[in-house]
């Protein structure tokens, strides 16, 4: 994580250099005290996942290299598994049957995958791989994995299902993959064989049973439609013996065509009648042109044109001859013969109109009452067709619908013996030479995959649930307070700062204990200085004379913190007292090599003054240390009062009083000791103080209105956080130059 300074906050650290500290070694978290800071709710960045991946890297490493090596051992140790298909290809084109509809008529290609579907089903039921089961012995092999005690009518009556069958499809193919895996390569083929080809038995045997119940169904139809067929027969007969005719409808159209003829005759008769008639009344009326017209008119008019010429010659002869010449008696004669055959013949013609006339009235009077008889027969016949229709279609109906019966039932007898070749086997399986279980090298990537992805999460998840104090900006953000300083963790730490050799002038038996050229002292030596700094230069408003020191909680470091940052003050030549506050577990005097027979127990007892018991550590001029003295309950009780006198005293006289106070949680003194200094300072156990505890001290603290300077994070390391990265330069920074 890193921390982004506020430009008020640089203008703050650079006027600190008018006091004389060094802003330079502060430490790039660590605001100034007085800054008010709103916690802002952001989301933790990519870079702290990947710090946490770097800290557990090695548990991470571990983990992931035991579980791919128990992967690749049990996958080695795991009886391989071979797996063989057969491909049956289904031609949803191909007929039915041999005969009949079924033979011209293919099956529809809007449902196929609902088609395919089913067949996948199919293939899956128990018809199918019963068959198969009992011939490779399948289900008691089934029964003892599964490690049940099951009896042969369980076995007989229960349903099988091979788990190791997979059944599937191509997509965009009308292929059916049937797939059986088994640790024997050959039973494998031979099973996925016998699927396959029971698959095919059981479609034929389905369409063979369908087809029998089919044809015992029509059987029992039959007979009822037989009975029909003759009963509507019967009744056609009976009608057509009522009409004393074989066919009415032909009778009828005889009668139709008849009564037309008839019809024209009657018509034509008509018009003769009325024209012998007018020819009739016209002779009768003694009309020579009327007798001439008529149909017997041609012997009149030769008989009239010698009529005409016998007078004409009769006249000649009177004229020339006289009336007493014999040519005339002659002519005469001849003349009269004429005249007598004229009129004999008119009265020939006039009988003769009159009997054609009466001939042709009687011809039209028969024609009238035949058309009347012919059409009474026809509206009589016609008015019983309408009934002989209806028993003809039913009975025509009743004979079609068995002659079709029977067809249908010939049909299905033959198809029913047909084993079309819609469903085929197109490629049959063989035994595999490489196993399909394990899969040595899916099994490895998936172990590593999932074993990394395990690791990665409970990593993350470890810090997540981590509720300790170990990072400046999770403490600042969840405690709501400022982490003015961080402490590393020193190896082989010495319990005591002296006795140590001088190292040179002016150097205390302390500082060389920080400064023996070991790397981890140096950085702690730094950090020490840097705390100190972020402590003085937080002090603009009022100057800081006292400051006390305390934790939440035993063993967090706060009494070496507060003897090194005693003698880091003292070493800028300022007056510093150190007080020993914690009268029931006193540490101070060890890391100076003290005695504690007197102290400030002492001085609470008002046994002695505290100016009398002051002891001067050696090579620290400027550092005045106060022990604790002997355990007393009773001075404990009277730290209130005793000690504020002491520091009132004190503040006149020295530049820096720091206390050492006991642990604030469980104790009633630091409480007092509290209110008493300028300042308060927590020191926490990196990774080992919970966050609740830290939290109730400075719950008590801010109720008890105490000025509270901040938190110090103590044995720190870069695995805690990445926001301890810079402490890997201190080494290598401060080595001595060679050369």
């Given at each position: 994580?890193?921390?982004?300074?506020?430009?008020?906050?640089?203008?703050?650290?650079?006027?600190?250099?008018?006091?004389?500290?060094?802003?330079?070694?502060?430490?790039?978290?660590?605001?100034?005290?007085?800054?008010?800071?709103?916690?802002?709710?952001?989301?933790?960045?990519?870079?702290?996942?990947?710090?946490?991946?770097?800290?557990?890297?090695?548990?991470?490493?571990?983990?992931v290299?035991?579980?791919?090596?128990?992967?690749?051992?049990?996958?080695?140790?795991?009886?391989?598994?071979?797996?063989?298909?057969?491909?049956?290809?289904?031609?949803?084109?191909?007929?039915?049957?041999?005969?009949?509809?079924?033979?011209?008529?293919?099956?529809?290609?809007?449902?196929?995958?609902?088609?395919?579907?089913?067949?996948?089903r199919?293939v899956?039921?128990?018809?199918?791989?019963?068959?198969?089961?009992?011939?490779?012995?399948?289900?008691?092999?089934?029964?003892?994995?599964?490690?049940?005690?099951?009896?042969?009518?369980?076995?007989?009556?229960?349903?099988?299902?091979?788990?190791?069958?997979?059944?599937?499809?191509?997509?965009?193919?009308?292929?059916?993959?049937?797939?059986?895996?088994?640790?024997?390569?050959?039973?494998?083929?031979?099973?996925?064989?016998?699927?396959?080809?029971?698959?095919?038995?059981?479609t034929?045997n389905?369409?063979?049973?369908?087809?029998?119940?089919?044809t015992?169904?029509?059987?029992?139809?039959?007979?009822?439609?037989?009975?029909?067929?003759?009963?509507?027969?019967?009744?056609?007969?009976?009608?057509?013996?009522?009409?004393?005719?074989?066919?009415?409808?032909?009778?009828?159209?005889?009668?139709?065509?008849?009564?037309?003829?008839?019809?024209?005759?009657?018509?034509?008769?008509q018009?003769?009648?009325?024209?012998?008639?007018?020819?009739?009344?016209?002779?009768?009326?003694?009309?020579?042109?009327?007798?001439?017209?008529?149909?017997?008119?041609?012997?009149?008019?030769?008989?009239?044109?010698?009529?005409?010429e016998?007078?004409?010659?009769?006249?000649?002869?009177?004229?020339?001859?006289?009336?007493?010449?014999?040519?005339?008696?002659?002519?005469?004669?001849?003349?009269g013969?004429?005249?007598?055959?004229?009129?004999?013949?008119?009265?020939?013609?006039?009988?003769?109109?009159?009997?054609?006339?009466q001939?042709?009235m009687?011809?039209?009077?028969?024609?009238?009452?035949?058309?009347?008889?012919?059409?009474?027969?026809?509206?009589?016949?016609?008015?019983?067709?309408?009934?002989?229709?209806?028993?003809?279609?039913?009975?025509?109906?009743?004979?079609?619908?068995?002659?079709?019966?029977?067809?249908?039932?010939?049909?299905?007898?033959?198809?029913?013996?047909?084993?079309?070749?819609?469903?085929r086997?197109?490629?049959?399986?063989?035994?595999?030479?490489?196993?399909?279980?394990?899969?040595?090298?899916?099994?490895?990537?998936?172990?590593?995959?999932?074993s990394?992805?395990?690791?990665?999460?409970?990593?993350?998840?470890?810090?997540?649930?981590?509720?300790?104090?170990?990072?400046?900006?999770?403490?600042?953000?969840?405690?709501?307070?400022?982490?003015?300083?961080?402490?590393?963790?020193?190896?082989?730490?010495?319990?005591?700062?002296?006795?140590?050799?001088?190292?040179?002038?002016?150097?205390?038996?302390?500082?060389?204990?920080?400064?023996?050229?070991?790397?981890?002292?140096?950085?702690?030596?730094?950090?020490?200085?840097?705390?100190?700094?972020?402590?003085?230069?937080?002090?603009?408003?009022?100057?800081?004379?006292?400051?006390?020191?305390t934790?939440?909680?035993?063993?967090?470091?706060?009494?070496?913190?507060?003897?090194?940052?005693?003698?880091?003050?003292?070493?800028?030549?300022?007056?510093?007292?150190?007080?020993?506050?914690?009268?029931?577990?006193?540490?101070?005097h060890?890391?100076?090599?003290?005695?504690?027979?007197?102290?400030l127990?002492?001085?609470?007892?008002?046994?002695?003054?505290?100016?009398?018991?002051?002891?001067?550590?050696?090579?620290?001029?400027?550092?005045?240390?106060?022990?604790?003295?002997?355990?007393?309950?009773?001075?404990?009780d009277?730290?209130?009062?005793?000690?504020?006198?002491?520091?009132?005293?004190?503040?006149?006289?020295?530049?820096?009083?720091?206390?050492?106070?006991?642990?604030?949680?469980?104790?009633a003194?630091?409480?007092?000791?509290?209110?008493?200094?300028?300042?308060?300072?927590?020191?926490?156990?990196?990774?080992?103080?919970?966050?609740?505890?830290?939290?109730?001290?400075?719950?008590?603290?801010?109720?008890?209105?105490?000025?509270?300077?901040?938190?110090?994070?103590?044995?720190?390391?870069?695995?805690?956080?990445?926001s301890?990265?810079?402490?890997?330069?201190?080494?290598?920074?401060?080595?001595?130059?060679?050369?």
């Open positions: 994580m890193s921390y982004e300074k506020t430009d008020k906050e640089l203008a703050l650290m650079s006027e600190s250099s008018r006091y004389g500290g060094d802003p330079g070694r502060l430490a790039p978290w660590a605001p100034p005290m007085f800054v008010e800071q709103e916690p802002e709710d952001t989301g933790v960045p990519l870079s702290h996942y990947l710090w946490i991946f770097k800290r557990h890297r090695w548990k991470i490493l571990l983990f290299a035991a579980c791919v090596s128990a992967t690749a051992v049990v996958s080695n140790r795991i009886t391989p598994v071979f797996e063989s298909t057969t491909t049956v290809d289904i031609d949803r084109q191909t007929p039915n049957g041999v005969v009949g509809q079924d033979a011209v008529r293919s099956s529809a290609m809007l449902d196929s995958d609902q088609f395919l579907a089913t067949q996948v199919l899956q039921s128990d018809s199918v791989l019963r068959p198969v089961s009992h011939r490779f012995n399948l289900l008691a092999v089934d029964s003892t994995k599964e490690g049940k005690n099951w009896s042969a009518s369980n076995v007989a009556q229960a349903p099988v299902f091979q788990k190791n069958l997979k059944v599937t499809r191509p997509s965009s193919t009308y292929l059916l993959l049937i797939s059986f895996r088994s640790a024997d390569p050959q039973l494998s083929a031979d099973v996925s064989n016998a699927i396959a080809q029971s698959y095919l038995e059981h034929y389905i369409r063979f049973k369908s087809s029998a119940s089919l015992h169904f029509m059987e029992k139809q039959m007979e009822e439609l037989r009975a029909k067929m003759e009963q509507s027969g019967a009744a056609l007969m009976q009608f057509e013996r009522e009409l004393n005719v074989i066919s009415p409808e032909e009778k009828t159209s005889i009668l139709s065509a008849r009564l037309l003829q008839l019809n024209t005759e009657y018509t034509n008769a018009a003769d009648r009325v024209r012998k008639e007018a020819a009739f009344y016209s002779v009768r009326n003694g009309s020579l042109e009327a007798a001439q017209v008529s149909a017997q008119g041609e012997p009149l008019r030769k008989l009239t044109e010698k009529l005409n016998a007078q004409e010659k009769f006249t000649q002869v009177k004229t020339h001859y006289g009336t007493a010449h014999p040519e005339y008696r002659k002519v005469a004669a001849q003349l013969e004429v005249q007598r055959l004229h009129d004999k013949t008119r009265q020939n013609i006039a009988q003769r109109v009159e009997i054609e006339y001939e042709s009687s011809r039209e009077g028969m024609l009238q009452k035949t058309v009347q008889e012919t059409k009474s027969d026809f509206d009589r016949l016609n008015s019983r067709s309408f009934e002989y229709q209806a028993l003809k279609r039913e009975a025509e109906a009743d004979k079609k619908l068995y002659e079709e019966l029977v067809r249908k039932i010939k049909e299905a007898g033959i198809n029913a013996s047909f084993q079309n070749s819609s469903i086997i197109a490629d049959a399986a063989r035994p595999s030479h490489k196993p399909v279980f394990p899969n040595f090298n899916l099994n490895i990537a998936l172990a590593f995959l999932f990394t992805l395990i690791a990665c999460g409970a990593a993350v998840l470890s810090d997540t649930l981590d509720n300790t104090v170990r990072d400046p900006e999770q403490a600042a953000r969840t405690l709501n307070t400022q982490v003015i300083g961080t402490l590393p963790v020193v190896k082989n730490w010495k319990s005591r700062l002296g006795p140590v050799a001088q190292n040179g002038v002016g150097t205390s038996k302390a500082l060389v204990a920080l400064s023996d050229g070991n790397e981890h002292m140096d950085s702690y030596a730094e950090s020490i200085r840097t705390l100190r700094n972020s402590i003085l230069l937080s002090d603009f408003d009022r100057r800081l004379r006292s400051l006390l020191v934790s939440a909680s035993p063993g967090e470091g706060k009494s070496t913190i507060a003897a090194h940052l005693a003698a880091t003050h003292a070493e800028q030549h300022h007056k510093t007292l150190l007080i020993d506050g914690d009268l029931r577990r006193p540490s101070v060890k890391r100076f090599g003290l005695s504690t027979a007197i102290g127990s002492n001085v609470l007892l008002g046994e002695v003054s505290w100016r009398e018991i002051l002891c001067k550590p050696e090579g620290l001029p400027f550092l005045d240390v106060l022990p604790a003295g002997p355990p007393s309950r009773r001075a404990s009277l730290v209130g009062r005793g000690l504020l006198q002491v520091l009132e005293e004190a503040g006149a006289e020295y530049d820096m009083i720091i206390l050492d106070a006991p642990p604030l949680l469980g104790f003194e630091p409480l007092q000791m509290a209110t008493s200094v300028d300042g308060v300072v927590v020191v926490t156990r990196a990774g080992e103080t919970s966050r609740q505890a830290v939290a109730a001290v400075l719950g008590t603290l801010t109720r008890l209105r105490a000025n509270v300077m901040g938190i110090v994070l103590n044995q720190v390391h870069q695995e805690m956080s990445d301890y990265y810079y402490y890997s330069h201190y080494g290598k920074y401060y080595k001595p130059a060679k050369g």
